[in-house]
């Protein structure tokens, strides 16, 4: 069984930082990009940032770009992302996602990931 669980979110002030952490159990990790999206209130989900099976690869919704990095620590089934510089309109509801395959032209598109966590609320205060 499949399984993603976010941790690392809180309240914090514009200009701070976070770390959000994704443990994954279930599949051979290496194998899946993943993904991170956000849901704020009364808007839709919204990708935020992937990285391939190996890491090698990464892509970033322009509004995080110079702010966010994702990573993976595939010994460890874990996909993290750090914030930087958080504003307020980063405040949402943090998700990340297992994806089959790495694709730039797809990554963006939540219905084509497989498996979800719980998500992880995120609140940045002005």
């Known amino acids: 069984q499949v399984q993603l669980v976010e941790s690392g979110g809180g309240l914090v002030q514009a200009g701070g930082s976070l770390r959000l952490s994704c443990a994954v159990s279930?599949?051979?990790?290496?194998?899946?990009?993943m993904g991170w999206f956000r849901q704020a209130p009364g808007k839709e989900r919204e990708f935020v940032a992937a990285?391939?099976?190996?890491?090698?690869?990464?892509y970033y919704t322009d509004s995080v770009k110079g702010r966010f990095t994702i990573s993976r620590d595939n010994a460890k089934n874990t996909v993290y992302v750090q914030m930087n510089s958080l504003k307020p309109e980063d405040t949402a509801v943090y998700y990340c996602?297992?994806?089959?395959?790495?694709?730039?032209?797809?990554?963006?598109?939540?219905?084509?990931?497989?498996?979800w966590g719980q998500g992880t609320q995120v609140t940045v205060s002005s």
């Open positions: 990285i391939s099976g190996t890491g090698g690869r990464t």
């Open positions: 279930g599949p051979t990790f290496i194998v899946y990009a």
């Open positions: 996602a297992l994806k089959s395959t790495y694709s730039v032209a797809t990554m963006t598109t939540a219905g084509l990931y497989n498996y």
